[in-house]
């Protein structure tokens, strides 16, 4: 997991996280799912002074092969290039990501921009 996460773990950046399923790694390693999910549960791993959960190393591919990381990045990139006068609606920011092929709904915008602490388009007017 070390070869194929190696440039998250030289640089420690989230969005160099590579989706691995638990899955890929039994097959690779010849063992149970079950078997790498036990071993890596609550299991901690110290790299460059910080301290993370093995679990990290495997992120769940979310959409379009890209890690929740990844779209919440995406998605703060684009409220932040968007006229400030003319806030994006969540409606769209779905078709901002549809422009990039990939297929997000609403709801999903709705709720990595509430995680991210990100006013709706309406608030965002009201600077």
């Known amino acids: 997991m070390g070869r194929r ?13 590579v989706s691995i399923k638990l899955e890929d790694a039994a097959n690779e390693l010849n063992l149970a799912i079950s ?35 990844q779209l919440e990045r995406m998605l703060k990139d684009f409220i932040e290039l968007e006229d400030p006068q003319k806030a994006l ?25 509430k995680k991210l602490g990100i006013k709706n388009s309406y608030q965002r007017n009201q600077k």
């Open 5 to 17: 996460q190696e440039k998250y773990l030289s640089s420690l950046n989230e969005q160099d996280l």
């Open 35 to 69: 078997t790498i999910s036990r071993a890596i549960k609550d299991k901690y791993v110290e790299c460059q002074g910080k301290v993370f959960s093995l679990k990290l190393l495997f992120p769940r591919k979310s959409i379009s092969n890209l890690t929740q990381n």
């Open 89 to 113: 609606s969540d409606q769209q920011l779905v078709n901002k990501f549809k422009e990039e092929e990939i297929s997000i709904s609403r709801r999903t915008i709705s709720k990595y921009r």
